[in-house]
């Protein structure tokens, strides 16, 4: 008797934890589908706008609501684009302002882990250069760049050197803030157990300042595309900064359109680019 009530109740146990399993295996189920859905229809919405904006665009132009001449228009901005595409010269000024772009924003995130670096160790130094470091990243960067030129001529250095004076101050700022705001009890517990503070920032230090870099980084590799342009409105010969000055001296202004809708797209997938980097060390990181 005794054994036939024990054996009910574990099955009734045996059956209740199956329940309760398939029950929180189907709300997750049902999560991911929400999930899924909402993304989706976000995707939807941006393709919808995108495309309402450029027939409202177009139309406007035909229908004389704005002049194409001045405006441009879609189709003008595609027949622009598909001239540029058959004489080749759109991979050339793509190339060089991408590459122009991918070195400042790689020099700026070296020199600001560098730089950050030393002002963790140094308590003083940081002190002295913290007034510098607010003056400099405070200062038009566009005022600087006709001195870049004297200093260094015109080329893809002074491009680069541009590139970096917009996005390196404030970077500098950013990774030292997020130094300082690692949890200082953590610092102390590695004193504790014999470290010093070349292990604390190691591992401490680096690891709890991921997140502020990743978003830091998002920002500075804007912020290099930024000064990479002023600088080849300035001084190159080549590149999509150099097509927008050209085309607005000699009044082609399609030309200056689909250059900058072509800054558009390299923002958009410089920005997705570390946006994946980003999802892939936080997985990594278990963050």
Known sequence: MNVSHSNADQSNITGGSCDAHAKASANQEAFVREHRKHHHQIAFYRIF??????????????????????????SLVAKCLWGMILDRSLFLHVGVTLLETIASFLLVFLISLLAATMLWYSQKLSEVMEPYLVILNSLPKSALAPLFIVWLGTGSTTIVVAGISVALFGSIISFYTGFQQVDSEKIT???????????????????????????????????????????????????????????????????????????????????????????????QLKM
């Open 49 to 74: 706008f995108f495309l309402l904006f450029l027939a409202l665009w177009e139309l406007s132009a035909r229908l004389d609501w704005i002049d194409s001449f001045f405006f441009s228009s879609p």
């Open 189 to 283: 517990l590695i004193y504790t157990l014999g470290g010093h503070k070349g292990d604390a920032f190691r591992k401490v230090i680096l690891p709890g300042s991921i997140p502020i870099m990743l978003s830091t980084t998002k920002v500075n590799i804007g912020l290099a595309l930024v000064g990479v342009i002023i600088g080849e409105f300035l001084a190159a010969r080549r590149g999509l900064g150099y097509l927008i000055i050209y085309g607005s001296q000699v009044f082609q202004l399609n030309l200056v359109i689909t250059s900058i809708l072509i800054l558009c797209v390299i923002a958009m997938g410089f920005y997705k680019g570390i946006q994946y980097v980003e999802h892939r060390i936080k997985i």
